[in-house]
C-alpha cells in the first residue's frame, strides 16, 4: 500500500486543518513544501474559503513563516470566477452574496457587477449579509439567473465556535427561490478539475490532501484521486469509524506523512 505514495506525482492539498489551524502553522507544514520540491511533486494549496484571495492566503502563510507563490494557491471563489469565464457571454452581469475578495474575483474576470438583472449569482460566506443582499439575489434567480455555490460548508471554524458558512447562506437562498445552486468547491468536480487542469496532471497520478472527508476526501475519490487524510483539523478517529467514505491513507499529521511517503520513494529508488 505503501508503494502508492511513490506513484504520486501531483499534490492538491488543503489548508485549514492541514497547513494551519486558525493563525498558527500546523507541524510540518514548511518541511511538507520542501519535501514536494525536493521530490519534483507539483502541488496546490487549494480552499474551500472563498473570503480569501491568493493575495490574502500568501500574506496569511507569510506571517506563519511559509512563502508560497501565488500560482499555487486556489481559492473557491477563483475557481468559481474561472467557471463562469469559460461559459458566460461576453458583458454578462453577476451578483455576488460574499465578501470584497469574491467580488474582485469577478471585477478581475471582466464580470459586470449587475443587481437584480444579473445573468449569475454567485453566493458565498458574507459576513455582511443583508436582508436587502439576500433579496436582490432571490429575485435575481427568479428572473432566470444561474445560481452559483462557492461551497457547501454549513459552518465555518473560529477559535472554539463554530459560525455560519456560505452553506447556511446559500441555504437561505435556496428557501426562497426553490433551487439549488451548483457548487464549484470541494467536493463538487468543478474546483478539481480546474487544479488539475493547472497542474497539467491525471487525476489518477494525483492525490488529494485534507483533514475533511465529505470534501477534501470524497471530492479527490470520485475524480478517482489517491486520498489521504490527516487528523490535524476536524475529522476524528470516530467520525473516520461512522463515515462510508474511506481515505486510502490515515496520518496523524503532516510530518507522519513525508516520513511514508519519504520511504516509499527510496523503496521505490531501491527496486529500480
Ligand atoms: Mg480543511
Not at 24 to 35: N, T, V, W, Y
Not at 149 to 171: C, M, R, W
Request: with cysteine; glycine share 8%; net charge negative.
Amino acid at each position: 500500500m505503501q508503494a502508492e505514495l511513490a506513484k504520486i506525482k501531483a499534490l492538491v492539498t488543503d489548508m485549514d486543518g492541514v497547513l494551519y489551524r486558525g493563525k498558527k502553522a500546523l507541524p510540518g507544514c514548511a518541511q511538507l513544501f520542501a519535501f514536494l520540491e525536493k521530490n519534483n511533486i507539483r502541488y496546490k494549496a487549494v480552499t474551500n474559503n472563498a473570503t480569501m484571495n491568493q493575495d490574502s492566503v500568501m500574506t496569511k502563510l507569510q506571517a506563519m513563516g511559509i512563502d508560497l507563490a501565488a500560482d499555487k494557491i486556489l481559492t473557491s471563489g477563483a475557481a468559481a470566477a474561472a467557471y463562469l469565464a469559460e461559459q458566460a457571454p461576453a458583458g454578462a452581469g453577476v451578483f455576488v452574496v460574499g465578501e470584497e475578495a469574491l467580488v474582485q474575483e469577478f471585477v478581475k474576470r471582466g464580470f459586470r457587477l449587475a443587481g437584480q438583472d444579473a445573468d449569475y449569482v454567485v453566493a458565498g460566506l458574507d459576513r455582511t449579509i443583508s436582508f436587502e443582499k439576500l433579496t436582490t439575489a432571490t429575485i435575481a434567480i427568479r428572473h432566470g439567473a444561474t445560481f452559483i455555490g462557492t461551497n457547501p460548508d454549513k459552518t465555518f471554524p473560529v477559535e472554539n465556535e463554530l459560525i455560519p458558512g456560505a452553506g447556511s447562506i446559500i441555504a437561505a437562498i435556496e428557501a426562497a427561490t426553490d433551487q439549488e445552486p451548483l457548487y464549484i468547491g470541494k467536493p463538487e468536480p468543478a474546483i478539481f478539475h480546474q487544479v488539475l487542469q493547472e497542474l497539467d496532471i491525471m487525476p489518477s497520478e494525483a492525490a488529494s490532501l485534507g483533514d475533511r472527508l465529505e470534501t477534501d476526501i470524497l471530492g479527490g475519490q470520485r475524480l478517482g484521486m489517491t486520498t489521504i487524510l490527516v487528523m490535524t483539523g476536524v475529522t476524528t478517529t470516530k467520525d473516520i469509524a461512522l463515515s462510508d467514505i474511506k481515505p486510502d491513507f490515515t496520518y496523524q499529521d503532516i510530518p507522519a506523512l513525508i516520513a511514508d511517503w519519504q520511504q516509499a520513494l527510496n523503496e521505490k529508488l531501491v527496486i529500480h
